[in-house]
């Protein structure tokens, strides 16, 4: 993970070598409040009970969500997000798009800037360098340099959309502090995964807050998101890799000392317990460099029992109405059980079905694609960046070019 520095010191500037764009990573502070779930359950605090909390989501024929549901509240609070901001150094335009990017489960901002193989699989260094787009990518409240909660009645779905729409606020008036004053007129929302879910309810709730959204790794078909589940074998993150996840605390003399990493997280918190979990999570067998499944490994991020269960809360009729793209690797596991072209003839393929739930989209402004020898990590694969030219291409032509 690339270093970030307070938003209250210095803001750490990175002159990319290898590409033409400049980077600033910061931490910064949010006021957010959303209306919250309250689940009446057992938070799992080790490997041998946090099986018994996926038998229960996993079951056929109930909803886990609702039987825990005990109620509602309002969280409120100030939290700190991690983010990248970046644009091209080539940078002549007056009024520039910037991409929002809300990464997945099991990933933290740098899925949008893999480092592996020298940067070759980084979807910002296309979009900055290739197609002059600012991008801001952040880690997910509760994910890698973020600020952490408690992971079952605190770091769920919507508190994370309202960090995500304070985030787009400050960037739509000018107050986002590495973008230097800048004020964005053309605001585009790129997801992956949870990420995608995310931007879908984010677009439903704040329906003039973007000018367009790429919802990657998503359909509104939740029967195979039980598979990714159960795959996951998901472990707490304390025990799976306790050098980056547990929070280690020395006693010396009267003062407590944390010798955790910035990433330490409580118990609750899950990641996939190992490669091959993660390799069936999230990637086609033949058509990705098997060295990236080792930095995937090496680098997962977690999950919370709170954004298991809010997941799937999302609206099936969508407010929004402007330009809607839906782009899904062919073998995508959660959101298409493998075969995004299975539909049982009523559609192109389950991405197209997605359009069902924008009525007021017109046709001219969907569009899905099924992109080829491809799993859920889209990035992940081979051909990730024909996929980006796919969607990148797409906003041009719907008026949302990089400047």
Not at 110 to 129: E, R, V
Not at 217 to 245: C, H, I, K, W
Not at 337 to 345: E, F, K, N, Q, V
């Amino acid at each position: 993970m690339k270093p970030h520095a307070s938003l209250i010191g210095t803001l750490s500037f990175l002159a990319a070598t290898a590409t033409a764009k400049t980077c600033i990573n910061a931490t910064v502070p949010v006021t957010i409040s959303a209306r919250q779930a309250v689940f009446d359950i057992e938070v799992p605090t080790t490997n041998l009970t946090t099986p018994d909390f996926f038998l229960n989501i996993t079951q056929q024929g109930r909803n886990f969500t609702d039987i825990a549901l005990s109620g509602y509240q309002t969280t409120t609070g100030t939290y700190n997000i991690s983010t990248m901001y970046c644009k091209p150094d080539a940078d002549n335009s007056s009024n520039p798009t910037i991409q929002v990017l809300t990464h997945g489960i099991g990933f933290d901002k740098t899925y949008w800037d893999l480092p592996y193989n020298n940067f070759n699989y980084s979807y910002i260094d296309i979009a900055t360098t290739n197609y002059s787009y600012h991008t801001l990518s952040f880690d997910r409240l509760g994910t890698g340099a973020s600020s952490h909660g408690e992971p079952l009645n605190e770091i769920q779905s919507y508190i994370e959309v309202a960090a995500t729409a304070a985030l787009t606020t400050m960037l739509r008036n000018g107050t986002f502090p590495s973008a230097m004053n800048t004020s964005y007129s053309r605001i585009v929302h790129i997801g992956h995964s949870f990420g995608s879910a995310q931007t879908y309810a984010l677009a439903n709730m704040y329906p003039n807050i973007t000018d367009g959204i790429v919802l990657t790794g998503f359909t509104m078909n939740s029967s195979f998101v039980s598979l990714f589940a159960a795959g996951g074998n998901f472990q707490q993150a304390q025990e799976n890799q306790p050098s980056r996840f547990f929070n280690f605390t020395a006693n010396i003399g009267t003062t407590d000392i944390s010798l955790s990493s910035p990433e330490a997280v409580p118990a609750g918190y899950m990641v996939s317990s190992n490669a091959a979990a993660n390799k069936y999570l999230f990637l086609k067998p033949n058509y990705y460099d098997p060295s990236i499944l080792t930095y995937a490994e090496s680098t997962k991020q977690t999950v919370t029992q709170g954004e298991l269960l809010t997941l799937g809360s999302l609206p099936m009729t969508n407010n929004y109405a402007g330009p809607v793209m839906v782009i899904d690797g062919d073998a995508d596991l959660p959101y298409c059980g493998s075969d995004c072209l299975a539909t049982g003839g009523v559609a192109d393929s389950l991405a197209a079905m997605v359009k069902d739930c924008f009525p007021n989209v017109g046709e001219s402004d969907f569009e899905a694609y099924i992109q080829p020898n491809t799993g859920h990590g889209i990035n992940l694969h081979y051909n990730a960046t024909g996929a980006y030219g796919v969607w990148l291409d797409w906003l041009g032509e719907k008026g949302l070019a990089g400047s």
